[in-house]
């Protein structure tokens, strides 16, 4: 009888292991998605704050899904011409402008990160300077379309505007030195080289990502040559620096929120990373809307810098667990008790 009771429970056991891991995979992927969201929240968003939060979901968000899922859409209102690989390319811009929806909300609804405001003025900086430098100096060389550049630059005007007077309007003192001072702050004050571990790694990844991109921005014709990529047809040039343009972004905003130390943007960076750039990237390339070769390419820097950040998570993990260890010995046992 033992001996039947003894062969069922090993029979059990696989199952019971597995139902174990699936409990302990879940537990913390829930907890890796409540920290990336600050839920619970351990005070009440300012108007700023509550102002990005939902200004990004439903301009950036919603357009980057709709440019991403139907560029044809924007093709019938900004009349756009659909040569070459235009069509995948501007995919691929909705999926980068959706992204960039997804780290501002992470950013606004942080409150962890030191200044408070400190990633969204980073992103007030980058809008209404980088951003509208780039798209006209695109219109300029007649890389895109005028109609589809205003869209953005009237959108990254006007709400980072509305921001500012937010901003403005409910923080005690608040001046344009005192904003210019904590974005100089948050930039040169260097503490996510100093804390190390995942913080630095998201900065180094985000300050590479955002230059190497700005390289094929400028000079498309690079990434095309290096890639063997379909000639350019139409303004698939100025689309396809455009797709770089938004990745460039991209390192920006690692690079802002690396400064404030937003612990919470590391996992949000692996978060669109490997369960949203990855998927669409292999659905675009199975449709054949884009290259394979610039498919595998931004693939593999997505799976190498989610990699690197972890090894770097792992890592600091270790260190925080060693050190807490060698605290508990050196207390004395009055201390401990």
């Known amino acids: 009888m033992a001996a039947v009771i003894l062969r069922v429970e090993l029979r059990e056991l696989p199952k019971i292991v597995s139902n174990e891991i699936m409990t302990t995979a879940k537990a913390i992927i829930c907890d890796w998605f409540m920290f990336m969201l600050s839920i619970p929240r351990t005070e009440?968003?300012?108007?700023?704050?509550?102002?990005?939060?939902?200004?990004s979901l439903l301009a950036y968000c919603v357009g980057g899904v709709s440019l991403l899922v139907c560029p044809q859409l924007w093709r019938i209102i900004l009349q756009l011409d659909f040569l070459g690989r235009t069509e995948g390319y501007l995919r691929l811009i909705g999926l980068g402008v959706l992204v960039i929806g997804f780290v501002l909300i992470i950013s606004a609804r942080s409150n962890q990160q030191v200044p408070t405001h400190g990633a969204i003025f980073g992103s007030i900086l980058s809008r209404v300077i980088y951003v509208n430098g780039i798209l006209l100096m695109l219109v300029l060389r007649g890389m895109i379309p005028l109609s589809f550049a205003l869209v953005f630059m009237v959108l990254d005007t006007l709400l980072p505007v509305i921001t500012l007077v937010i901003w403005y309007r409910e923080t005690e003192g608040a001046s344009v030195s005192l904003f210019f001072r904590e974005i100089f702050t948050l930039l040169f004050k260097f503490s996510c080289v100093t804390s190390g571990g995942s913080i630095a790694a998201i900065f180094f990844v985000g300050l590479f990502q955002m230059f190497i991109c700005l390289v094929f921005v400028i000079r498309p014709g690079i990434a095309?040559?290096?890639?063997?990529?379909?000639?350019?047809?139409?303004h698939s040039n100025g689309f396809l620096a455009c797709v770089f343009f938004t990745l460039s972004i991209h390192g920006?905003?690692?690079?802002?929120?690396?400064?404030?130390?937003?612990?919470?943007f590391v996992p949000a960076a692996l978060c669109y990373r490997l369960l949203l750039n990855v998927p669409v990237l292999l659905i675009l390339v199975l449709v054949d809307q884009i290259e394979r070769n610039l498919c595998l390419t931004l693939l593999s820097f997505d799976l190498c810098s989610s990699i690197i950040i972890l090894l770097f998570v792992t890592f600091s993990k270790k260190n925080v667990s060693t050190t807490e260890k060698d605290e508990q010995t050196l207390l004395t046992p009055d201390d401990k008790n």
């Open 44 to 55: 009440p968003m300012t108007n700023t704050q509550k102002f990005t939060q939902w200004s």
């Open 224 to 234: 095309q040559n290096i890639l063997q990529l379909d000639d350019f047809q139409g």
């Open 252 to 264: 920006w905003y690692h690079v802002t929120n690396a400064s404030a130390v937003n612990h919470p």
